[in-house]
């Protein structure tokens, strides 16, 4: 699908008064930067490399989508239903991720610096040599996270709501 063909669907979904639903679309590569995708249903979309850099996905459900490798530099996923994706490999550098679900999500190898956690599930989610450098992890949930490896400082990990049960850059397990 190219992105003519997104933005149009999307404008006539809004023009009716519903919510667009790109669910299990082939988005692979696709160039959706500075779209406003919010509120939009990609669930269990194929969007691995593509460039949603400066996208607005707010509220977006991306349940099980496939992201891998995907660029969301800067993007505004506040409130996103990110359930399960796999974010391995993606660059969020910078991104707005406040509220979001990232419950049982792949986030291994992701650029996650500075960008905004607060108050995000990242429950069960695998950030293996993640790079969470000047992120703001305050009030975030990760308990059973996976941060083997990963770069993240010991102030960050203090602000977080919980690290019950989570695997530590160390490899130790949090009480």
């Given at each position: 699908m190219e992105r003519e063909q997104v933005l149009e669907m999307i404008e006539t979904a809004r023009s009716q008064g519903r919510?667009?639903?790109?669910?299990?679309?082939?988005?692979q590569g696709i160039d959706l930067s500075e779209v406003d995708l919010?509120?939009?249903?990609?669930?269990?979309?194929?969007?691995?490399?593509a460039n949603?850099?400066?996208?607005?996905?707010?509220?977006?459900?991306?349940?099980?989508a496939d992201l891998h490798g995907a660029t969301l530099v800067r993007a505004s996923l506040e409130s996103a239903n990110l359930l399960?994706?796999?974010?391995?490999?993606a660059n969020l550098m910078g991104a707005n991720l406040l509220e979001a679900n990232l419950r049982n999500s792949n986030l291994s190898g992701s650029n996650l610096s500075r960008a905004t956690l607060s108050?995000?599930?990242?429950?069960?989610?695998?950030?293996?040599?993640?790079n969470l450098r000047e992120g703001n992890l305050d009030g975030a949930n990760m308990i059973k996270a996976d941060l083997r490896g990963a770069q993240v400082t010991h102030q960050q990990l203090n602000k977080a709501k919980s690290l019950k049960?989570?695997?530590?850059?160390?490899?130790?397990?949090?009480?």
């Open positions: 919510e667009a639903d790109l669910a299990r679309t082939d988005l919010s509120q939009v249903k990609l669930a269990y979309a194929k969007l691995n490399e949603l850099e400066g996208a607005k996905l707010v509220g977006a459900d991306l349940t099980g399960g994706v796999n974010l391995s490999e108050e995000s599930s990242l429950r069960g989610a695998g950030l293996t040599v993640a049960g989570a695997i530590m850059p160390d490899g130790s397990v949090h009480d």
